[in-house]
């Protein structure tokens, strides 16, 4: 049995979501922003373990698109695997990400009156050779998820190791993210096409969204 209690948790004090925090102004210029710095490394290590923990379980499986009538899979459009989280289990290891998407969450609805209010997240695992074609995170009709937060775990990532985020902006050009370890990459979830280029390295991180309406547990029907 993985024992977590050996991680201490830090409190991430330069990550304060304040009026002046630059996200906001991005979000609203360009429909996307990056936060270098929204995990630490104490932290990335800590969801690595789990990750590995629910690999050891086999919790992970293929990940699909679309949702209910409309979900299928198809690795040639996705090709990563997915463990979802349940952030309502007590002393839940990720306690300290689903406390910080809460800050995150209500400093947009502070700041840009997005009316949010849940949030859905996944581990997510893309092997070397594995991809996922552009697309939008809204499933078509539905206008529930608002916000897409893409946590990296990758703490030897380097160039040459492949699965960058693409991120195509409604004006200019394409912007290419590199999945390295503690960045977050945050985008409007119904108007920012985007692709995951294919990984030639194992790449991890935590996925999820912001949504207007209560979850329940719809989000065992998704993905």
Not at 51 to 69: K, S, Y
Not at 83 to 107: A, N, T
Not at 186 to 202: D, Y
């Amino acid at each position: 049995m993985v024992n977590f209690a050996r991680f201490i948790s830090v409190m991430h004090s330069d990550l304060i979501f304040t009026s002046d925090h630059p996200l906001w102004d991005q979000l609203a210029a360009d429909g996307y922003g990056l936060i270098n710095d929204f995990l630490t490394r104490e932290e990335v290590e800590r969801s690595l373990v789990l990750i590995h923990l629910r690999e050891e379980e086999d919790r992970f499986h293929a990940a699909g698109i679309g949702a209910l009538g409309d979900y299928q899979k198809n690795r040639i459009i996705r090709g990563d695997y997915i463990c979802w989280l349940d952030p309502s289990l007590p002393d839940h290891p990720l306690q300290f990400l689903f406390d910080r998407i809460r800050e995150l969450l209500l400093g947009l609805n502070r700041y840009c009156y997005l009316g949010l209010q849940d949030f859905e997240f996944h581990l997510a695992y893309y092997p070397a050779g594995s991809f996922y074609r552009k697309h939008l995170d809204s499933f078509r009709g539905r206008h529930n998820r608002i916000i897409t937060v893409v946590c990296y775990l990758n703490l030897k990532w380097q160039p040459g190791d492949g699965g960058e985020l693409v991120i195509y902006p409604e004006q200019g050009e394409k912007i290419t993210v590199e999945p390295t370890a503690g960045k977050a990459a945050v985008f409007l979830s119904e108007t920012i096409p985007h692709e995951v280029l294919e990984a030639r390295q194992p790449r991890f991180s935590i996925t999820g969204w912001l949504t207007k309406t209560p979850l329940g547990t719809g989000f065992l029907l998704q993905d």
